[in-house]
């Protein structure tokens, strides 16, 4: 059974919040190609986050919130940190080694298919054949990117196939931390307190991770890549979660994943006009039949546009 239309007033609440995170992730798989040059990407995910745990922190301290968490906050704040902060972007990062940004962007849209099942399975919410149906179109859109990608990509078939693994990793860490977020114990936590800390576990762990792999802290002395880790960290992490989460936790995680299919639209072009990302006529049908299948199952959960 699917779930019932989200009503005028829920539509209007998450409109402004998911096209703010929508425009800002767009841009946020090109930035973090230009991480990559030099630093390992442990310790540029471990700055990102430090750079994040910062910026919440003071904005908790300037609009008079509290930093303070409960037993199950904390179990919260270490679960998301692990998932999210941890996992999650050391994947998306390794991932941006082998393949373009916009193809990471577009594998990562099938965040709603894991957000949906795991929301049925943990949270009890509706699945419909509908849903189902779209999931297979949107996964042979995915299989033609793919062998485009085996056919022209420059690096070879094993890269490409980490490239994409390594996404599908980060998908699935995503979900977890995308569900989690909407479960009743999460509600009753504030969110600037939990997102707060789990960044500055997660910076913490990504560093002893870094330190125990790759040795001691690197930096690169580009301005640029400076001027990235702080987008990243304030723009792309401190002002868009809370905003993203906010969402999951009103109208659940598949719902809030709608901004998974107007992403790579955008990450694309940018790819394409600053990677140089080269479209074929069987990476623009598996494009199109990616987004198509994602809209159907999307459309299958909610009715509402």
């Avoid at 972007?89 to 990471?104: D, K, W």
């Avoid at 330190?211 to 880790?229: E, H, K, M, W």
């Amino acid at each position: 059974m699917s779930e019932p239309p989200l009503s005028r007033a829920a539509q209007a609440r998450v409109f402004v919040p998911l096209a703010v995170v929508t425009l800002i992730w767009s841009s946020t798989w090109l930035v973090i190609r230009d991480q990559l040059a030099v630093v390992p990407p442990t310790w540029s995910v471990a700055y990102r986050f430090a750079a994040g745990a910062i910026a919440m922190m003071l904005y908790a301290l300037v609009a008079r919130q509290t930093l303070r968490l409960t037993r199950e906050g904390w179990f919260m704040a270490v679960i998301v940190a692990v998932t999210q902060f941890v996992l999650n972007f050391n994947f998306v990062y390794r991932a941006e080694h082998y393949v373009t940004s916009g193809l990471v962007a577009v594998v990562f849209a099938l965040l709603l298919v894991p957000n949906a099942v795991f929301g049925k399975i943990f949270l009890g919410q509706g699945l419909s054949w509908r849903f189902v149906a779209g999931s297979v179109v949107a996964g042979l859109g995915i299989s033609l990117l793919f062998i485009h990608e085996l056919a022209a990509g420059p690096a070879g078939h094993g890269a490409v196939a980490m490239g994409i693994g390594f996404t599908l990793l980060g998908v699935l860490c995503a979900s977890t931390a995308n569900v989690v977020q909407a479960t009743e114990i999460a509600k009753r936590q504030p969110m600037v307190s939990v997102l707060a800390w789990a960044m500055a576990i997660g910076a913490t762990l990504n560093a002893l991770w870094a330190l125990i792999t790759v040795g001691p802290p690197s930096f690169d002395p580009r301005p640029a890549y400076a001027a990235g880790i702080l987008y990243l960290g304030v723009v792309g992490s401190a002002l868009t979660f809370p905003l993203y989460f906010g969402v999951v936790r009103q109208i659940g995680p598949a719902r809030a994943a709608y901004s998974s299919v107007v992403i790579p639209v955008l990450a694309m072009a940018l790819s394409t006009v600053f990677e140089g990302y080269r479209w074929s006529v069987l990476a623009a049908c598996g494009g199109l039949l990616t987004l198509a299948g994602l809209v159907i199952a999307l459309r299958a959960r909610s009715p509402a546009r």
